[in-house]
């Protein structure tokens, strides 16, 4: 029994030394556009990788104008249950954490910003960016108020600052957040490097209360990644990518209506309007700009079968481009459709458009080759002879035929159909 209990002690002894002695490991990752689902996958993952390695650290490098407010509280929601310290780093000098990205920094164990960085603006509006009623929108306003002094009660942090960022859309330079009492950030870094240093040795606060101190020397730093996947979502939720799947998918929809069968355009256009209704549920977009897109595709498939001398095909030019430019509903340069684009698309999709509808009137004012109308014209051999009045035979196409005719037509002569009346034919000499 002592040998037993002698073992077990020296096999202790030697765990807690090789935890003593093991490199320390330092998760990092980057987050740089939107806060939307895809995002908070990647952060959640990141956290529970860095959980699962038992990482010393994880850092998120993060600039971004905003987004959706349930993917931030998923996000929040992580880093107040993660076993690993999460530290939320504004930065490079130059970029910002506005909106969303403010109530993650506030949610951090460690907040940190770059030099030339700010933080705020967490005003909540819709998912569309349409206007709302006064009730609606103070009551959106004091539930994320509440929240946001929930996090910076918890994290001790300066709670009228963070109520102003929400209610009144306020943002914060890095040293006025650092120098507020208390504070709303807790270190300025120059770049990761220099936060780690900084970081070295630092006691850490948790969410529940209990503190940790980081280690950090000799630290081995691991960055994560976005798998491919997600890279993919994430560069869907841009506006620009989003205007462009808008807009491919309407037109391959277009012309499927217009050539049914031909199966390819309706396939691609269908995954491109799926892919961009996945990324216009996170933008604030305006519905009259959706509306104005599709009316003017509507105009030039209807310029086809109506004439109009064009005036269909200018008013849908016309709502191409002004629906572009209403598409999305935010003052952030980042938000925005930039007008080159639209211009450029706009006018691809135009020529495009007015091309297919030339063909289609092309072919319509073409003769008919086929059935009774496309009888009438053609040439014909005469094999028998036909008096004035009477009947005779005719041979058109391959096929032999009964006609009549109001002149008199000799064997062998070539003739011409002028009418065709069930099976019978009527020819006259060409």
């Not at 994880?58 to 998923?74: A, E, K, N, V």
Request: glycine share 10%; charged share 15%.
């Amino acid at each position: 029994m002592r040998s037993k209990l002698l073992l077990t002690t020296s096999l202790l002894t030697v765990a807690l030394v090789s935890a003593a002695d093991r490199t320390p490991i330092i998760e990092t990752a980057t987050v740089d556009g939107l806060i939307h689902p895809v995002s908070s996958e990647f952060m959640r993952s990141a956290i529970a990788k860095a959980d699962a390695e038992g990482a010393a650290v994880i850092i998120f490098t993060l600039h971004t104008p905003g987004g959706l407010l349930d993917s931030t509280r998923d996000i929040d929601n992580a880093i107040i249950g993660a076993k690993t310290p999460v530290v939320i780093f504004v930065g490079p000098a130059g970029n910002r954490a506005a909106s969303a990205g403010f109530l993650i920094t506030i949610a951090a164990d460690v907040a940190a910003m770059a030099p030339g960085t700010h933080i705020g603006a967490a005003h909540p509006v819709t998912g569309t960016g349409e206007k709302v009623d006064e009730v609606m929108a103070k009551k959106m306003a004091s539930d994320t108020a509440a929240y946001a002094r929930t996090l910076a009660n918890q994290r001790g942090r300066n709670v009228p600052l963070v109520e102003q960022a929400v209610t009144e859309s306020r943002s914060y330079t890095e040293q006025e957040a650092i120098s507020a009492s208390p504070p709303l950030i807790d270190l300025i870094a120059t770049d990761v490097p220099d936060l780690i240093k900084k970081l070295d040795g630092r006691k850490v606060r948790r969410f529940d209360g209990s503190t940790v101190t980081l280690n950090l020397s000799g630290a081995d730093v691991h960055h994560v990644e976005m798998t491919l996947p997600q890279r993919i979502l994430s560069a869907i939720a841009h506006p620009q990518i989003a205007y462009l799947l808008l807009t491919l998918g309407t037109l391959g929809l277009t012309i499927e209506l217009w050539s049914p069968g031909a199966i390819v355009p309706g396939v691609v256009g269908g995954i491109c309007l799926i892919l961009a209704f996945f990324a216009l549920q996170i933008l604030p977009v305006s519905y009259a700009g959706v509306l104005l897109i599709l009316l003017g595709f509507a105009l030039l498939v209807i310029e086809v079968k109506v004439t109009s001398h064009g005036l269909l095909a200018v008013g849908g030019i016309a709502s191409l481009l002004l629906g572009s430019m209403m598409l999305i509903d935010s003052p952030l340069p980042e938000m925005q459709i930039g007008l080159r684009l639209i211009l450029a698309v706009t006018a691809a999709l135009a020529g495009i458009l007015l091309f297919l509808v030339r063909l289609g009137v092309r072919a319509q004012l073409q003769p008919a080759v086929t059935g009774e109308s496309g009888m009438l014209h053609s040439l014909a051999d005469a094999l028998t002879s036909i008096e004035p009045g009477g009947v005779g035979r005719v041979r058109t196409r391959g096929e032999i035929w009964t006609a009549t005719s109001s002149e008199p037509i000799h064997e062998g002569e070539r003739v011409v159909v002028t009418d065709v009346k069930g099976l019978l034919l009527t020819v006259r000499r060409p």
